[in-house]
């Protein structure tokens, strides 16, 4: 059965928001229908819409970050662009905030502030490392947090530490936000009242170094960097061709066992007591990772994966970004839509989860200030007293 609207219809969200984490959280529940009015700044709006120009001349981060959402253009310092927050704040459902520390509650927009005035209200803050501990005032931005959650010292190689080539804190911050605001809309439903949510990304990232905390703690020594390769599973990660890379990977015995025997063309490898388990293999990496190299070099890279692939051992490419943008998987299951932007239309990804009965809302990503107008409208402002706010740079 189909559902007429979208899961989040009706749900209002003000972001006060820039950069990626907020805006990554905000963008997931405008996918699933809610209406996103995003605070920017007069003018030059959401500093992401400068980091680069790549797309059409706008931000790869902005366009990916920003569609489905409407921009209002506020001084939220001006007394009254105030007056005007405060009345979006009135008619909504969710607040989310990731300025600098300490910022909002300058404003008057803290959790406890804003809770008091509205019950039923979710507030989110999205900071680096929340309002309390020696941190609170520090600046936090995804690399930094990278460094002190401790991921760049498992990433890299032996010589040299590396950070993760996409955002992943900011994504998993946001990603953190956007599930805690549908529970706590769901606990709305049944309570009526909201809550405040306080997430930070240093957090998130010592959440999601879980096993290397616990395998360091307990054991005694850190997981080593090492490149493309798993730290402490061995056979799992790159190895060479005859004409290129492979990635595959080896879970348990018996898949060694099947590996050894498919693929190698030698069974008695799994039995051999050098190699007869993960913890032997890893102890001698260099020579499990030799030998398996010097099997593969009689091959392509297009035979070893057909031969991963008829052992049924797990197996992928080392992709770029371009050959991703083309892959036929993508292709096969229809993920790609298009979405206007400023600049014209953009090709842009479905959303990862695919719900039976609705599509995820794929709507233009906004200009600076495109929805001012309206919005302000909207609360009462006639056409004199919008021109007026913004002589006074307040929008």
Known sequence: ????????????????????????????????????????????GDFARDYDQSVKGQSAYFVWLNRSKESLTLDVKHPEAKHILAKLIAGADVFIQNLAPGAAQRLGLGASE?????PRLIVCDVSGYGTTGPYSKKKAYDLL?????????????????????????????????????????????????????????FETMAEWMGHPLYYTHFSGKAPRRSGPDHATIVPYGRFRSKDGDVLFGIQNEREWANFCDKVLGRPELAKDPRYDNNSKRTAARVEVVTLIENTFALWT?????????????????????????????????????????????????????????FEAR?????????????????????????????????V
């Open 1 to 44: 059965m189909l559902m007429s609207k979208l899961p989040l219809s009706g749900i209002t969200v003000i972001a006060l928001e820039q950069a990626v984490a907020a805006p990554f959280c905000s963008r997931q529940l405008a996918d699933l229908g809610a209406r996103v009015i995003k605070i920017e700044r007069p003018k030059v």
């Open 145 to 201: 947090v990278q460094g002190e959650a401790g991921v760049l010292s498992l990433t890299g190689t032996p010589e040299s530490p590396a950070k993760v080539g996409i955002s992943i804190t900011d994504i998993g911050t946001g990603l953190h936000a956007y599930s805690a605001i549908l529970a706590a809309l769901y606990a709305r439903e049944r309570t009526g009242e909201g809550t405040h949510i306080d997430l930070t990304m």
């Open 362 to 394: 794929m709507d233009p990503v906004p200009a600076v200030g495109q929805q001012t107008d309206s919005i302000l409208a909207e609360l009462g402002y006639d056409p004199t007293q919008i021109a007026e706010l913004k002589v006074a740079g307040a």
């Open 301 to 357: 890279s297009e035979e070893v994966v057909a031969k991963l692939d008829a052992a049924d051992i797990a197996n992928s490419r080392l992709n770029t970004p371009d050959q991703v943008w083309d892959h036929p998987q993508l292709q096969a299951r229809k993920r790609w839509r298009e979405v206007d932007t400023p600049a014209g239309p953009i090709p842009a990804l479905l959303p990862a989860a695919t719900f039976e009965g």
């Open 114 to 118: 804003l809770r008091a005035k509205h």
